[in-house]
């Protein structure tokens, strides 16, 4: 399953620092961001099983970043 979010991060360093934080949080999960999107995409990809959008969202905003799950009508194919 795939997750896309809408995120305020817009440096290569809050990404990463983003990205390691849910690797290690998040064990069979696999994100990245697109910070070349007018969004700042995040992308998370869960190897087995759901993703818990709120989950998520809720590790952004603790590092005081805002995030809400884009509906499946504006991710391009």
Same mark, same amino acid.
């Given at each position: 399953?795939?997750? &896309?979010?809408?995120?305020?991060?817009?440096?290569?360093?809050?990404?990463?620092?983003?990205?390691?934080?849910?690797?290690?949080?998040?064990?069979?999960?696999?994100?990245?961001?697109?910070?070349?999107?007018?969004?700042?995409?995040?992308? &998370?990809?869960?190897?087995?099983? @759901?993703?818990?959008?709120?989950?998520?969202?809720?590790?952004?905003?603790? @590092?005081?970043?805002?995030?809400?799950?884009?509906?499946?009508?504006? &991710?391009?194919?």
């Amino acid at each position: 399953m795939i997750e &896309v979010f809408k995120t305020n991060v817009n440096k290569a360093s809050q990404a990463k620092m983003l990205i390691d934080q849910i690797h290690s949080i998040f064990e069979n999960h696999e994100a990245n961001f697109d910070l070349e999107d007018c969004d700042k995409i995040l992308r &998370v990809k869960c190897r087995s099983g @759901f993703i818990q959008p709120s989950l998520f969202i809720s590790l952004l905003n603790d @590092f005081g970043f805002q995030a809400e799950v884009l509906p499946d009508n504006h &991710v391009a194919a």
